[in-house]
Structures are given as C-alpha cells and as structure tokens.
C-alpha cells in the first residue's frame, strides 16, 4: 500500500467535505479573487455572524483561508500559499464567478463598511 498516495487521498477528501456545503463553495469561489470581511459575508449569504465565521474558521482550521487585519478589520481571501492550492483552483475554476455578489454589495452602499 502506498502509503503517500493513501494521505494525500485523505486531505483531498477533507478539502472535498468543506466544499460540499453550499456556502463554503460558494464562499472559497468568491474569495479566490476578492478579499472580504466578515460583515461582507453575512450581507451577501443573509446569514448570521457566527454562522459566517464557523465557515471560515473551519477553512481556516485546514489552511484554505488565510486572513489579513487592515486597521479594525479583518479580511479573508484564499490561501494560494497551501500545498493543495492546485487542487482548489481546479475545482473552483470549473464554477461560475460570485463577483456579482460583491458588485451587489457595492451598489447598496456595503462594501465600504469594511473598508
């Protein structure tokens, strides 16, 4: 048994568990592009606070996900450092952009909040 192949079979698997909850999908395809804080993220999921921050703690927690404090705020894109970044980008580029979100955001006055 190839013992390498079998652990690399394991974070694939994790990485593929994250992303098949529809928000965090859809989250890691918008931050693949854009950064984003958390107060960004719950206007355009409608979804609570903590809600929004259990998702990113769990990319957190695995490395998808780095952050960056930009005075009180804290934004969030993805981590292009991880060692299976590769990986990610090949899923992530077979969905359609969630930039339209974020030009939503803007129009209604939100996206300067976090800035």
């Not at 974070?11 to 950064?35: C, F, P, V, Y």
């Not at 996900?65 to 060692?83: A, L």
């Not at 992530?92 to 976090?114: A, H, K, V």
Request: glycine content about 4%.
């Amino acid at each position: 048994m190839d013992t390498k192949a079998s652990i690399e079979m394991e974070k694939a698997a994790k990485i593929l568990k994250l992303l098949g909850d529809k928000t965090r999908l859809s989250m890691m395809k918008l931050l693949q592009t854009n950064e984003c804080c958390v107060g960004e993220l719950v206007e355009i999921y409608k979804a609570s606070q903590p809600a929004i921050s259990q998702n990113l703690r769990k990319l957190k927690d695995i490395g998808l996900v780095k952050e960056k404090r930009k005075g009180q705020w804290i934004f969030y894109s993805i981590n292009q450092t991880h060692e299976h970044y590769d990986f990610l980008a090949r899923i992530l580029d077979s969905f359609p952009t969630q930039d339209d979100r974020l030009i939503e955001l803007e129009r209604q006055g939100l996206r300067i909040s976090c800035c």
